[in-house]
């Protein structure tokens, strides 16, 4: 009998969780807010998707988001490679480190 009530004792903890973590009170007002529709959305999951996400974040809002980190990725690469090459370039004008004299 102990074998049946461990997986119990797990899935309430969970539940639990869930339910502090505000999870089941979301996900509630999503499906709530889908059965009230008058006319069902083709793609239920992506009404949830768009319910679920952030607050006025809408696909065309993600997409421009999604492209600005692309254009920040290769802007910092091209700085870091920009970096690289005036390290080098500065590398020969520096003068030569001089030895700490020996401890005595």
Request: hydrophobic share 35%; charged share 35%.
């Amino acid at each position: 009998m102990a074998h049946y009530k461990a997986p119990d004792h797990k899935r309430e903890q969970f539940r639990r969780y869930l339910e502090k973590a505000g999870v089941v009170d979301s996900l509630t007002s999503v499906l709530v807010a889908l059965y009230e529709q008058p006319e069902k959305p083709n793609n239920a999951l992506e009404f949830v998707k768009q319910h679920l996400g952030t607050p006025g974040l809408n696909a065309a809002d993600t997409e421009a988001l999604q492209e600005e980190v692309m254009d920040l990725r290769q802007r910092c690469a091209r700085l870091e490679e920009e970096n690289q090459d005036l390290k080098a370039r500065l590398e020969p004008l520096e003068p030569p480190e001089e030895e700490a004299p020996p401890a005595e």
